[in-house]
């Protein structure tokens, strides 16, 4: 009982990013832009997050105050938010304004947000004198809430009410973007955007519109999941490569989802589990590198049902992948 | 205004071009309060161009609109929908995961939710009004064309237009439903609404419209009351020069049985029958008509015929010589390859020109070789057959094109498909099928074809000719195969029938087949 | 409605597609995205303190100064070249291998197996297997989502890009089980016999002659034979390509082992010619830095050896300046990324132009 508590817990933990990364990435497609560059901007938004609270922590101990946790938890929320946007802006312009093709924009905003994150992560390391790493105070701050009351209750308490602020702040973008699409206005014209550009235009909608705000925003919640990695994962440290591979992990899972947020929440809670399972169990004989390819493996598993399974809905966007232009002819 | 008629549109001076082609140049246009007005012009005359300047789909390079005498500018969909006026595209611009409802309700403004009881009831309300059916919360995937169309009419309706443009909204009904269409067209008449209405088809303006603007190559040509023209003066104004619209149907001796098709069923992607024991076959030296509503089965039967299509049961026979001895070649399960070597020879021109029979990007050379490139020998492709091919059918069939070596893309549609046509009748097939084969070409290209599959007839080939314009099926075969729902409700001759007969056959499978033998 | 005619004026600017751009225009539109994406990058260089004229030119001469950095630039470019060549062969049938890290990978794992294990065969033969079975494991793995994409059209995306990480974890397995180097405690592997080391020509492993000679295979392969055309047209339309009888799930399943083999000679060529070893830095993120080489060469392989032999010296050069003027090499895939970024923008004003509207109209609107 206490093992499955465990591996449950530590999956939600392992599964947050994946579910950000998703979540922004599902935004995004439903625009009918295919973003391959969930990893580039899950970097961007993990050296920002880290950046923005080391620099934040950085200037208060300077004029000499004591830094606060929940300041330095908003500041690198908001700066993994904006950079990773940038990242998705630049995407946004070059396949929406400039018409470049989708893929290879994506993997080159992989391979630049590899870089940016990697780059600005040794350069303030090395002005920094060594590594960056956050106080105490700061860490703090990512660490798991205590809930007066409820984080006691036996059981439910350690599954439901003990994490910390980022899992429950995910879960929530996960509850609003169901119903954004579900039930408003403005998600029906998003997903008639992704789903059939030139409908939605003749309809009136301004593609364009819709299109860059979906991917700018989506891009914005990926740069978050980039920010859990350097606060919570690595606990305020930056290290080398440590987004490596959840970005591609989070693509793959918008497919598990089948492009709703609500299933993502499960996708990701899944996969978090597939991501930690080495650590809780260890089968004699068995390699633990082994484990680490039962995500990709379970991804090809569903990539395979999925395609024999064909249906109508449940797909990807009809218009996802291509570029619009309406005097197209 | 001091002008006593109300003009809902007045278009005066509009030139838009497309890189090199000018789609509309210095187009006059006006249309009048509560009446209809068919806008008349071939295929290419920048019919659909021009009106699409005013659903804001395209702005005109210069000239002015105004709309119920203003002077406006109309930048995208939104601002023509402000102005209250509607556009029914001739490829329905719905979005297919969406019900109708959903689809209807697309880009307004309005609260945050979206009240789907109101839109519903407000469906229905306008629906009585003018005489449709419709249920708000069907899917549009599983929707027959004439209820997409009446969705798109409704779509329209909702936003409040009081102007309506229809594109070619004929080309995909039946000509009973044709008849409804027009009926719900006179109630909105009635109503006070003004409505252009595109079309090609001369009897159907006759019909329904109260004036008749006219278009030729993208220029204005004039307007008529419709009631003081006939069909010859019409299109004498469309074409330029008086034509003949008789379609040739030369006298030909009947040949063999080159193709035999025996109880054929082939299943779509959902596993349901899209071809329903299918029994029927082409003589040499005829040409076998197929008529049917949009997606009854034509496609899978073309396909199916030119080894394409999987074949869930019976057989497709096909003529051949074995040592001089005539037999009967079953193709079922064989892969097209093999086919071909066989000595079967069948040529198909696929609906999909660019997507399908030609290879858009390509030129002309290696389009040309595209079905006969195995044949050479070696790992090498041998190109210089295939481009004294192409040189000798751009003289033969009037090809206008700036040379080989230009992709096939560039070159307007009636030149695309002579490019199809001529390559598949190069390689002397016994079989030919042809699938609307002058969809979307001008007049001229389209009699050259006519004319094309005509000579092929009398060189004793068995034509197919799937066809969705009846009074042309009717003029050039000689029989007519009728599909309704992958199923064969009779095979008729064209002396011996109407487009009625034809209508309600393609609606509806006889009880008791009719069978006409050639 | 009365403000309808205020509201509503022509926009600003408007595009148009182009019919024809003469070769001349092509390259002064490129060459400006390239020099906009150097401002860019010096303004970068610029805003960490460091002057970027001084930064430039210690990269090139980094790169290109000596005998000795000219021969690692080119070793960096022989990889990239053939794996960007591999690619090209999935892209043109519009088959998207996004896995040719994997590739790499299988390729430098099946030709490590003879190189480790069997080095005591005589060299010729030796090297020889080594690069049948990079070939055959690259392709191995290039095929099986070629296979599921032939039968049941699954993604090919996301199924290579998935193939790349099974094929980094199956490495660190080797690394750290069955193939550790037993001589040390670290999970790494152990050196390659010298026996199983490429020789060198004009001072770099002769991988080179070999990106040369396929660079030219791969010219006359799409341009003059029947499986060249047949994927073209497949990349077209596949339903063009089964009404000419072509049987798409075979040249799908052709042309991806011909492209996994590819990237696993540069497997291979890494392994034997440079690395001397496996490690998961073997693929190094080439497998992905090819798909924008071939993009950017428009698959021509003429164009790719260009573009390779130009990212190999960003790459050089960047090694060089973490050392002048401690900026992190990562400043390399920063600066691949922005001079990407451009090039993939001036494609737009090769295919586009602006139309500014029109002065008379503006007064009019400035007159309202």
Aim: aromatic share 8%.
């Amino acid at each position: 009982m206490n093992l499955l508590i465990n591996i449950l817990t530590a999956a939600v933990l392992a599964g947050t990013p994946l579910l950000l990364g998703t979540l922004g990435e599902i935004l995004t497609e439903k625009s009918g832009n295919m973003n391959l560059g969930v990893e580039g901007m899950m970097f961007m938004g993990a050296i920002a997050g880290l950046a923005g609270a080391y620099y934040y922590e950085q200037g208060v101990v300077g004029s000499g105050g004591t830094p606060s946790g929940i300041m330095a938890a908003v500041v690198a929320l908001v700066s993994s938010f904006l950079v990773g946007a940038f990242g998705a802006l630049i995407y946004a312009f070059l396949t929406i304004t400039l018409r470049a093709n989708q893929n290879v924009t994506g993997l080159t905003l992989t391979i630049f947000g590899t870089g940016f994150g990697n780059f600005f992560g040794e350069y303030i390391g090395i002005r920094a004198g060594g590594y960056v790493a956050v106080g105490d105070n700061i860490k703090t701050a990512f660490g798991r809430l205590n809930i007066p009351v409820l984080s006691d209750i036996p059981i439910l308490g350690k599954l439901l009410f003990n994490y910390n602020w980022v899992v429950y702040f995910s879960i929530l973008i996960a509850v609003i973007m169901a119903y954004f699409f579900r039930k408003t206005r403005v998600g029906l014209n998003l997903r008639a955007v992704g789903e059939d550009p030139a409908t939605a235009d003749a309809a009136g909608i301004n593609v364009t519109k819709y299109r860059y705000l979906a991917t700018v925003i989506g891009g914005g919640i990926c740069g978050i999941g980039g920010m859990y990695m350097s606060m919570v994962t690595t606990s305020g440290v930056w290290v080398h490569n440590c987004v490596s591979g959840y970005g591609w992990l989070a693509v793959a899972l918008v497919i598990f989802a089948s492009w709703h947020p609500a299933r993502a929440l499960i996708a990701a809670l899944v996969f978090g589990g597939l991501t930690i399972l080495r650590l809780y169990l260890k089968i004699p004989g068995v390699p633990m590198q082994i484990y680490d390819m039962l995500p990709y493996l379970a991804t090809i598993v569903v990539l395979i049902f999925t395609s024999i399974n064909q249906s109508k809905e449940n797909v990807m966007p009809k218009g996802c992948g291509l570029n619009y232009f309406r005097e197209e002819r | 205004m001091g002008n006593h008629v109300e003009h809902a549109i007045e278009m005066h001076g509009i030139t838009k071009t497309f890189g090199k082609v000018v789609a509309n140049h210095n187009v006059n246009l006006q249309l009048r309060k509560g009446e209809i007005l068919a806008l008349l012009g071939e295929n290419g005359s920048g019919k659909t161009t021009l009106m699409n300047m005013l659903s804001g789909i395209y702005f005109p390079d210069c000239g002015t609109i105004k709309i119920q005498g203003k002077e406006v500018t109309i930048r995208s969909p939104k601002d023509a929908f402000e102005l209250g006026i509607g556009m029914i595209h001739q490829h329905f611009k719905l979005v297919d995961v969406f019900s109708a409802a959903e689809n209807i309700v697309l880009g307004l403004d309005g609260g945050v939710h979206i009240d789907r009881k109101a839109v519903n009831q407000k469906v229905k309300e306008i629906g009585e009004r003018y005489g449709f059916e419709i249920d708000p919360t069907k899917k549009i995937y599983n929707m027959a064309v004439s209820e997409k169309q009446t969705v798109e009419i409704l779509k329209v309706l909702y936003r409040g237009a009081e102007i309506l443009i229809l594109d070619e909204p004929t080309a995909v009904l039946t000509p009973q439903e044709t008849d409804k269409l027009f009926a719900v067209l006179r109630n909105m008449k009635e109503d006070g609404k003004s409505i252009i209405i595109i079309t090609h088809k001369l009897h159907e303006v006759l019909s329904i419209s109260d004036r008749v603007a006219i278009l030729r190559k993208g220029e204005y040509i004039g307007t008529v009351n419709t009631a003081k023209t006939n069909q010859q003066q019409l299109t004498e104004m469309m074409v330029g020069r008086a034509v003949s619209l008789e379609i040739d149907r030369p006298k030909v001796e009947l040949g063999e049985e080159m193709l035999k098709v025996v109880d054929l069923t082939c299943l779509n992607a959902d596993k349901i029958k899209a071809l329903d024991d299918v029994n029927f076959s082409a003589y040499g030296g005829e040409i076998l008509g197929i008529a049917g509503i949009a997606g009854s089965g034509q496609k899978e039967l073309c396909e199916a015929i030119a080894g394409l299509y999987p074949v869930a049961g019976g057989s497709i026979l096909y003529r051949r010589e074995v040592d001089g001895h005539p037999v009967m070649e079953n193709i079922v399960g064989q892969p097209v390859d093999t086919i071909y070597r066989k000595g079967i020879s069948m040529a198909f021109v696929p609906e999909d020109r660019l997507g399908m029979g030609l290879v858009a990007s390509m030129d002309m050379v290696d389009n040309v070789m595209l079905r006969s490139y195995k044949r050479n020998p070696g790992i090498f492709v041998d190109r210089k057959k295939p481009k004294a091919l192409s040189e000798k059918l751009i003289g033969e069939l009037e090809i206008v094109t700036p040379g080989v070596s230009t992709p096939v893309r560039r070159l307007s549609g009636g030149n695309v498909q002579k490019v199809l046509l001529g390559r598949e009748i190069a390689y002397g097939p016994n079989v030919l099928v042809v699938a609307y084969p002058v969809r979307g070409l001008d007049i001229n290209s389209s009699y050259k074809i006519y004319e094309l599959l005509n000579e092929q007839k009398k060189r004793g080939v068995a034509v197919i000719f799937v066809g969705e314009d009846l009074d042309v099926l009717l003029e050039i075969s000689d029989r007519i195969l009728v599909l309704c729902g992958g199923r064969v409700s009779g095979i008729v001759k064209p002396e011996e029938t109407t487009k009625e007969e034809i209508g309600l056959m393609m609606i509806k499978v006889a009880e008791k087949t009719k069978e006409v033998n050639a | 409605m009365s403000n309808v005619s205020k509201e509503h004026r022509e926009p600003l600017i408007r595009m148009v597609k182009r019919d024809s751009i003469s070769q001349q225009k092509q390259w002064m539109i490129r060459a400006i995205g390239l020099l906009g994406a150097l401002l860019t990058g010096a303004l970068v260089i610029l805003a960490l303190g460091q002057n970027p004229i001084a930064v430039y030119k210690d990269m090139v001469v980094g790169a290109l100064g000596t005998p000795t950095v000219r021969r690692e630039t080119i070793k960096i470019a022989v990889p990239l070249l053939i794996t960007s060549i591999g690619i090209s062969f999935a892209f043109k049938m519009q088959f998207w291998n996004i896995g040719a890290e994997g590739q790499i990978l299988m390729g430098a794992i099946f030709a490590g197996y003879f190189a480790f294990f069997h080095s005591d065969w005589p060299k010729v033969l030796l090297v020889i297997v080594m690069l049948a079975a990079g070939m055959i494991g690259g392709g191995i793995y290039g095929l099986i989502p070629a296979l599921f994409k032939a039968k049941w059209g699954t993604n090919e995306t996301l199924f290579t890009l998935m193939l790349n990480y099974i094929a980094l974890a199956f490495v660190k397995y080797l690394q750290n089980g069955p193939w550790k180097d037993p001589r040390t405690q670290f999970p790494k592997m152990s050196m390659l016999d010298d026996n199983a080391r490429l020789t060198k020509v004009l001072g770099v492993h002769w991988g080179w002659i070999l990106a040369l000679v396929l660079v030219v295979l791969s010219y006359i392969y799409f341009t003059k034979t029947k499986q060249g055309y047949e994927i073209a047209v497949v990349g077209e339309s596949n339903n063009t390509a089964r009404y000419a009888g072509i049987n798409v799930s075979k040249v799908f399943i052709r042309t991806m082992l011909l492209s996994g083999a590819m990237a696993g000679i540069a497997g291979m060529l890494q392994v034997a010619g440079s690395d001397f070893t496996i490690t998961e830095n073997t693929a190094g993120g080439v497998g992905f830095t090819a798909i924008t080489v071939a993009w950017l060469a428009k698959m021509n392989s003429f164009g790719m050896l260009i573009v390779a032999v130009f990212i190999a010296v960003l790459e050089r050069g960047s090694n060089k300046i973490q050392t002048t003027f401690k900026i992190p090499a990562s400043a390399a895939e920063v600066l691949t990324g922005i001079i990407l970024f451009f090039m993939l923008g001036c494609e737009f004003f090769i295919n586009y132009k602006l139309i500014v509207r029109r002065r008379k109209e503006a007064e009019h609107e400035s007159a309202n």
